[in-house]
């Protein structure tokens, strides 16, 4: 049974510092991993999708990397910004295609 | 393009009450997922419907919790009658289909609070 694990809780940093948010999973064998972020009393908003076969994706001031073969996956975010304050949650796809979640990362950014 | 739609984002009911909540998914998009999200965690998927077919409702406490999508577009998710650890956010999301690379897009949620 997948579990995915995130790292840290919670993180609060100084506006402007570059960062990196952890996420690891215990079975390899996925379709795809998925970045989002999650704003209070909102929904999810897809950040970034790496496909299994790919290292990583890059939208903006994000870069999202996958390893499968450690079950590893980092989100950095350069020049982090206030308006970058939010739950941070990565998710991996098998094979019926449902999401598994960790239980997200609060990122705190401080002006 | 619209996102998906949910309704209502509020509710406050009592225990053993009976509560439902909508979901209307992007056009064209035939995969539809409810999901479960209680305070501090990830979401946990619930049901998951390929057209107005049930793909996977292994999660789903199906003593107390149903759901449907009867035109292979909208969907319903019922709660009856309604327990104290029910109250968390219900969130639907689409997928073109039920292939491996399709994105997920999520709702803004329900947030259901039983007292």
């Known amino acids: 049974k997948q579990e995915v694990t995130q790292i840290p809780a919670a993180l609060s940093v100084p506006e402007g510092e570059n960062l990196v948010l952890n996420c690891s999973f215990t079975d390899s064998a996925i379709y795809n991993l998925q970045w989002f972020r999650q704003d209070p009393g909102k929904g999810l908003t897809s950040l970034l999708l790496?496909?299994?076969?790919?290292r990583e994706q890059t939208s903006g001031r994000l870069n999202a990397s996958l390893d499968k073969s450690s079950g590893r996956s980092t989100l950095y975010i350069a020049a982090s910004q206030p308006g970058d304050s939010a739950t941070y949650l990565c998710?991996?796809?098998?094979?019926?295609?449902?999401?598994?979640f960790g239980k997200g990362t609060k990122l705190s950014v401080k002006p | 393009e619209a996102g998906v739609a949910q309704s209502p984002r509020y509710k406050i009911i009592e225990k053993r009450q009976s509560v439902a909540f909508w979901c209307n998914p992007i056009s064209g998009h035939a995969t539809l997922y409810w999901y479960q999200q209680i305070l501090g965690q990830g979401p946990k998927l619930l049901i998951q419907f390929q057209n107005n077919g049930v793909v996977d409702d292994s999660q789903l406490p199906k003593d107390r919790f149903s759901a449907e999508r009867l035109k292979g577009v909208d969907s319903t998710l019922k709660i009856q009658p309604a327990k104290l650890e029910d109250s968390a956010v219900y969130l639907c999301?689409?997928?073109?289909?039920?292939?491996?690379?399709?994105?997920?897009?999520f709702g803004p949620g329900t947030r259901l609070t039983v007292l």
């Open positions: 999301a689409s997928s073109l289909e039920l292939q491996e690379y399709n994105e997920q897009f």
């Open positions: 998710a991996t796809r098998g094979s019926q295609g449902n999401l598994i």
């Open positions: 790496i496909q299994s076969s790919q």
